[in-house]
Structures are given as C-alpha cells and as structure tokens.
C-alpha cells in the first residue's frame, strides 16, 4: 500500500508527484482542495513514506503498476489523474479505460526525456550534498516556495538509491505505447527549465481529446508556486469530466 495523504470530498482526484519529491509536493492545494474533489496523493514506490519492494528497479511501468494497484485498493479507479513531471508519464502509462481524465502538469512528453550521460553523477551527488539538491529543486519553482521547502528537501534526499540516476533512466527509456483516449489537459509553465514548449506541444497532440493550457510567469512546479491557481483549473476541469 502506498503512504497517501488526503483532503476534500467529490470526485476522485489522485495526485501523483515527479522525481526527487513526494506527497508533500501537493500541501498547498490539500489545504485548500477544490471545490468537489477528493484528493489523493500517494508516495510513489521508493519515495516519501512508501519503501521500495526489494529489488525494485525504477521504471515508468512499475510506478504505473503500484498507482494502479493504489486506485484499486482505494476504489478509485474511475479518477482523475493529476501527474507531475515524471509523475506525468506515470499517469499516462496508468490510465485505462475507466480513468475519468488527465491532468499532465509540466510533464515528460510521451517520447521520454532524455538526461545528458554527462549529468548522471550530478543527479547521484545529491545523496549527499544537500546543499545542491536544495539548489536544483529552487530551480524547480522558480516563483515562490512554500515554508515547508526545507521539508521537501529533506524529503528528496530520502529517496531509494537507486531513484537517483535510475528515475532519469527510466524516463529516458521510457516511450508511451497508446494514447488515452478522454479528457487530457497539458498544463505549461513558460519558465520551466526542464520540459520545452514544444515537448508540451507533443504531448497535446498525442492525445484524441488534448488541449494545451500555456501558463506565463509560472516555471516547473505549479503545485508549489502558485495551488490556487491549479485549484482553479481543477475545479474547470472537473465541470468538464464529471458524470
């Protein structure tokens, strides 16, 4: 069972963090949910609170395996999934045909990303330089960051491992096989450093029913600069999804 935090009441909305973080990534809007949702957001295996199984090796179709089993065991398979990052190519690759929507914020497109072999020591180093990891993710949400950033550092560092170079190998090695068929909003932050425009324009046009929202003066991380402003957006798109 996956380590989950929860807020609100409605319709399903699982929240599913990216690398180098964990549930805590979603505070700001689980502690202000929107308006008819029920909010879940689950550690992924190996981040956070949930152990990795023994001899758990990273890939997309792994953490798609243990999401899957997460919204069965929680009863929630008819949800929307809300992915970050490499949370984003998890909820691609976990969607079936009862998932209510899609919700893709600043995510891997579904060719991959690719990590130049270069950074892979870089990546391994934040095992134990704190003081860089802190650096990179302030990167990630170039905006604001909440009080707590301290605690999602912290957070990072206690990663398995092997999540430390073996996730940007998994999303390198990684290539969506199908094209959820419903709802898909792509959200774009302009000053993401990481995911390009063009990467969020192929992940629109992978999808029958895609559409880009381009967010201005927003980087990587929109769950951390600015929740009302996803509160917003979820509660539109829950209009458009529910039954």
């Given amino acids: 069972m ?17 690398n180098f973080a964990c549930k805590a990534w979603w505070r700001g809007l689980l502690q202000d949910p929107p308006d008819g949702a029920r909010l879940l957001a689950p550690d992924l295996p190996g981040f956070g609170e949930t152990p990795a199984p023994e001899g758990f090796v990273p890939s997309i179709p792994a953490y798609a395996e243990a999401l899957r089993g997460f919204l069965r065991e929680m009863g929630v398979e008819e949800a929307v999934l809300v992915g970050h990052s490499l949370g984003g190519a998890v909820v691609m690759e976990a969607a079936t045909e009862k998932t209510r929507g899609l919700v893709l914020l600043n995510s891997a497109p579904p060719s991959g990303l690719e990590t130049p072999e270069a950074y892979y020591p870089i990546l391994e180093s934040y095992r134990y330089n704190r003081e860089a990891l802190a650096q990179a993710l302030a990167a990630m949400a170039p905006t604001h960051r909440p009080p707590w950033f301290p605690e999602l550092v912290d957070c990072a560092q206690r990663m398995h491992p092997a999540h430390y170079q073996g996730n940007a190998r998994a999303l390198a090695a990684w ?34 029913k895609g559409r880009l929202m381009v967010l201005e003066g927003v980087g990587h991380s929109l769950n951390l600069e600015d929740p009302a402003r996803l509160k917003a957006i979820l509660e539109d798109f829950l209009k458009e999804v529910a039954p």
């Fill in 2 to 18: 996956l380590s989950y935090l929860e807020a609100g009441q409605g319709t399903p909305v699982v929240l599913v963090h990216g």
């Fill in 175 to 208: 290539r969506a096989s199908r094209a959820y068929p419903g709802p898909v909003l792509v959200l774009y932050g302009t000053l993401d450093p990481i995911v390009t425009r063009a990467m969020a324009e192929e992940t629109k046009a992978f999808f029958p």
